[in-house]
């Protein structure tokens, strides 16, 4: 099935395997020992390169910053560009919900580090081969983002701020202690799961939905059996609308991690503060 910017099946953007293909190469994950006993399949491969993506392209706009410093000027390229996100994430995202914590460099370097995680996993399933899997597609993953990282944000950041007790008392709106206590504190409680819940639904569903949508357009490229005015018509539009939704999951791409990004920094936020 061809595709114009990613590789294989667009299919291959939401199915989780052992195998790589790269074009005529097919490599099998689960017939190397140590990656089949660690359970090293598509989705960790992807994630694991887009980790390393990020890693090596921080330090190299890190080392391009201080040397603009030392120089003097300011940052150009690669630096300039990261100093443009992560300023973005600090000054348009975190300082209007948590004012009095966004300067917090580990909160810095968390919420930056998991915007530029989700937008690589993203960007990574619109490349060719032997990319083209999109890791956060899978609700696992996604699951592992809300949960593993949000979700203990969210009570790390609020034990932290209030102490174990005060966190508590804060879940807990002010009330008549009859609802307060045995009713609001319960609900609260669960509500503080359905937030990773809901981004782990969120992110997933979106970052497979526009996939699928490739995969239908796809079909009706290689379709065969018609009369030659309608096969043209018919291959024709679905090469325009190709084209067009794979320009959008581009954008959709940057869109998925900034309001991933952006909810993780609320929820996080609300744990933090002391008002209600």
């Known amino acids: 099935m061809p595709t114009m910017l990613a590789s294989g099946g667009p299919f291959q953007h939401t199915w ?40 090596l392209l921080g330090l190299r706009a890190g080392a391009e910053a201080r040397r603009a410093q030392a120089e003097g000027r300011v940052p150009r390229g690669l630096a300039h560009g990261v100093e443009v996100f992560v300023e973005f994430i600090r000054d348009d995202m975190m300082r209007p919900n948590m004012p009095h914590h966004f300067k917090a460099p580990f909160l810095i370097s968390v919420f930056c580090t998991i915007f530029f995680f989700i937008l690589t996993c993203n960007l990574l399933g619109l490349l060719p ?45 002010p009330a008549p202690w009859w609802i307060r206590w045995p009713l609001l504190l319960p609900i609260e409680f669960i509500g503080q799961f359905v937030k990773p819940f809901a981004l782990m639904i969120r992110l997933a569903a979106n970052m497979t939905a526009g996939h699928i949508i490739l995969a239908v357009l796809s079909g009706f490229l290689i379709i065969d059996g018609l009369g030659i005015g309608s096969l043209i018509a018919v291959k024709g539009a679905s090469a325009f609308g190709f084209f067009a939704i794979t320009a959008f999951e581009i954008m959709i791409a940057v869109i998925q991690a900034y309001i991933f990004t952006i909810l993780s920094v609320v929820f996080v936020g609300a744990s933090l503060s002391h008002e209600h």
Not at 135 to 153: K, N, P
């Open 16 to 55: 989780n395997s052992w195998s790589l293909h790269f074009y005529w190469l097919d490599i099998r994950l689960d017939h190397i020992p140590l990656l089949r006993d660690l359970y090293v399949t598509k989705s960790v491969v992807m994630m694991v390169a887009a980790a390393l993506i990020v890693l």
């Open 129 to 173: 081969q032997p990319f083209g899997y999109t890791a956060t597609g899978a609700h696992w993953v996604t699951g592992a983002l809300g949960f593993g990282i949000t979700l203990m944000l969210i009570f790390g950041a609020g034990i932290y701020e209030h102490g174990p007790i005060g966190y508590v008392a804060h879940l807990a709106p």
